[in-house]
């Protein structure tokens, strides 16, 4: 490992880009990115060094930690490069560089340089050299990246400076008593699992699955210690109860296994051996009960491989999200290394996925990870009718060598499992239907934007022809109109809840809004499955009754004539019993039904 930068250029083999461009990546093309995110976290950590030579600071110097860091890699390089490559690692590097630039806050700023030092014990820890520091302590705690965390028990609070020293494995920290003298502990990090002396060492969590074929399990961090796991902000350790912990392994374990697809990669397949850290983000405990989807999950263009996520109750919505996040960190990656968008941050363009207007980075990162997602749903619609196929053949064979004794039962299983089959099969068909609908509209915007550069143009352009494909593809009719019903209401409530009434060249050209607030989509999830027995206005459009829907949302604008949800509703489905030229006109600027607002 070294800080100085080499003149040969990284060139991405054309394949490769292709398969990115296509919104998928093979193992090949994954590593591709980690080397130059590798590349560029060197060059970055070799400025902010730069940076910090003059720090005052009461720790040791950070020339010497960077001097036992390369030690340590020359002894023991794999290890010291999963340390440099760990997702918590960019963060820290890129929250660092923001700080000593004025734009970001956060502790001192020679406690938040300290973190270079625990790297370096980290990383001497893997190699068994002998090193000793002055490091920060907070609250007693010493954060070990890619290990774990020490904890002095009956140790001063806040900030304070101890002593931490490495040989032969063993690590011994010492920092100030609470009331006075010195408190002191020792721990072998790589090879407890605990802590001796009650919880003075916490390990940190993994999680694990098995490859494709059933082969030797492989692990991704579960990090709930590192104080640079979030995306920018400094964070305090909030390590997860053993319950909750293990639930993450039971969800993660079944997720994988649903990822687990032979063939050749695509858009929606990812090997979970490429991701690198999972952040469990909101909750601690098991109590009380996740939402069966994911309510919020995140990732980092500073922190590649990595995601935050609350878990959610459903391994399937765990795999969709794992899917997602992958693809931003592909795309962050892509955007390191070449020139995509001239974009000047404007938020005014629409994103089928987003309540808010949205700038062009934002729209590309979107249609980036939605063509996954649309890839994901894909797969889970061949599964699904690949299970029907097979069960209605178990079926057949098992109807000629029934006798009667059995045949009622069998028939009531049979029945049972039929329909669940066949709610996946819609299920899965409305999502594909919606994020392939919903990813072409953006990438049309994209292109048609006149800001991709050649390599921008490039890569949309792949995404446009992933899609153009997955379009002549069959979905189930039902799942389709409610597809295109469920896109048709998201983009008219967004125009009545974000766009002024005015005349407009182009998307871009559009006035919003003063008075423009959150709004939360309830119809993207709502419209997944056909209500059997619809009494909401929105229930009676998802089952295909446009004219009951109709009259349930025109009791509601009776008496609030703008409200935008049932205006949105009401829209959508009188354009379905009556389309024509007006229709397509109320679809495509809905807010004309509205007062002229204010221009902003």
């Excluded at 800080?3 to 590593?31: K, T």
């Amino acid at each position: 490992m070294t800080s100085e930068q080499h003149l040969a250029p990284l060139r991405m083999p054309d394949r490769l880009f292709a398969e990115l461009a296509a919104g998928g990546g093979s193992a090949a093309a994954v590593a591709f990115l980690e080397r130059a995110e590798r590349a560029g976290r060197l060059l970055l950590l070799r400025t902010l060094l730069g940076h910090l030579d003059a720090l005052p600071t009461p720790l040791t110097p950070v020339a010497e930690a960077w001097r036992v860091l390369k030690e340590a890699a020359e002894k023991c390089p794999e290890p010291v490069e999963r340390l440099l490559l760990a997702p918590p690692t960019g963060g820290w590097i890129s929250h660092m560089l923001r700080r000593v630039h004025g734009t970001a806050t956060g502790p001192p700023l020679w406690a938040e340089a300290g973190h270079l030092s625990a790297l370096a014990l980290s990383a001497s820890l893997h190699a068994g050299t002998e090193t000793a520091f002055d490091v920060v302590l907070t609250d007693g705690r010493l954060p070990l990246p890619g290990l774990g965390m020490v904890q002095l028990a009956d140790a001063r609070e806040g900030l304070t400076v101890g002593r931490a020293m490495t040989a032969g494995g063993e690590l011994t920290v010492e920092g100030p008593g609470r009331t006075n003298g010195s408190v002191r502990v020792m721990c072998r990090p790589l090879r407890q699992r605990s802590g001796t002396g009650g919880d003075a060492w916490l390990p940190l969590r993994t999680l694990t699955h098995t490859g494709p074929g059933g082969e030797a399990a492989g692990t991704v961090v579960l990090e709930d210690l590192d104080p640079y796991r979030d995306l920018d902000d400094h964070l305090p350790p909030a390590r997860l109860d053993e319950d909750e912990a293990r639930e993450w392994q039971r969800l993660f374990g079944e997720a994988a296994r649903i990822l687990a697809r032979p063939g050749t990669p695509g858009p929606g397949r990812v090997d979970p051996a490429m991701i690198r850290a999972i952040v469990p983000f909101g909750r601690t405990g098991v109590s009380p009960p996740p939402l069966p989807f994911v309510q919020v999950s995140a990732s980092s263009g500073d922190s590649f491989g990595g995601m935050l996520i609350v878990r959610p109750a459903s391994a399937l919505a765990l795999a969709e999200t794992l899917v997602h996040e992958l693809q931003h960190s592909k795309l962050a990656a892509l955007l390191h290394l070449f020139p995509l968008l001239e974009d000047d941050r404007a938020e005014r363009f629409y994103a089928p996925w987003r309540t808010d207007p949205r700038h062009l980075t934002g729209l590309l990162h979107g249609a980036y990870a939605f063509t996954g997602v649309a890839g994901f749903w894909r797969d889970r619609l061949a599964d699904a009718q690949n299970a029907d196929a097979q069960h209605a053949d178990a079926q057949n064979a098992d109807a000629r060598n029934a006798d009667a004794q059995n045949a009622d039962s069998r028939n009531v299983d049979a029945q049972n499992v039929g329909a669940q089959s066949a709610e996946a099969i819609e299920r899965a068909g409305y999502f594909f239907a919606l994020r392939r609908l919903q990813s072409r509209l953006a990438v049309r915007t994209l292109l048609t934007s006149g800001r991709l550069t050649v390599q921008g143009h490039a890569l949309v352009s792949g995404l446009a022809r992933t899609l153009d494909g997955w379009l002549r593809e069959e979905v189930p009719p039902a799942a389709l109109d409610r597809a295109r019903t469920a896109a048709a209401l998201h983009r008219t409530e967004w125009r009545l809840r974000n766009v002024a009434p005015a005349p407009a060249a182009g998307p871009s050209d559009l006035r919003f809004r003063p008075d423009r607030t959150f709004w939360p989509d309830t119809r993207t999830h709502g419209f997944a499955t056909r209500p059997t027995v619809p009494r909401t206005a929105d229930e009676h459009l998802a089952a295909g009754d446009a004219a009951a829907a109709l009259v349930r949302y025109a009791d509601v604008l009776a008496d609030a004539p703008a409200e935008p949800h049932a205006l949105a509703g009401w829209i959508v489905a009188r354009t379905s019993l009556e389309p024509g030229r007006a229709a397509r006109r109320m679809l495509a600027r809905p807010e004309e039904l509205l007062e002229p607002s204010p221009r902003v």
